[in-house]
């Protein structure tokens, strides 16, 4: 089973920034690590996700300009630096990671999509304030 430890949420003002980091429990180079979000009375919606072996990345459009994903494979682990934050970016903040076994033709459908990922990390509060 595939452990997955998020850290780096906090209280941060409208503007600033976060750095939230995953430590995955086995290999981020054979696998995608994406990052997932739920505020409350929401659904959980994606964020950013990357593949391990080469980098590739996926974001979705509210996001894109200010986030950025990133994995250093040696330590096993993806980061999700945030800038620009706003009070919409509140939430708790879930890594997940599944197999990379994701085709090309795939990737805009299969990587955006929680149901696709077995692993979950036990998520870390993002609280931005006006």
């Known amino acids: 089973q595939v452990q997955l430890v998020e850290s780096g949420g906090g209280l941060v003002q409208v503007g600033g ?3 939230l980091s995953c430590v995955v429990s086995e290999r981020t180079f054979t696998r995608i690590v994406s990052w997932f979000r739920q505020a409350p009375g929401q659904e959980r919606d994606f964020v950013a996700g990357i593949r391990g072996r080469d980098g590739k990345s996926l974001y979705r459009d ?4 200010r986030f950025t994903i990133s994995r250093d494979n040696a330590k096993n682990t ?5 800038d620009s934050l706003q009070p919409e970016d509140t939430a708790i903040y879930y890594c997940a990671a599944r197999g990379d076994t994701v085709i090309a033709s795939s ?3 299969r990587v955006p999509d929680a149901d696709e990922y077995s ?8 609280t931005v304030s006006a």
């Open 17 to 19: 920034s976060l750095r």
């Open 62 to 65: 509210s996001v894109k300009g």
């Open 78 to 82: 993806v980061y999700l630096q945030m």
């Open 107 to 109: 990737w805009y459908s």
């Open 119 to 126: 692993n979950w990390g036990q998520g870390t509060l993002v």
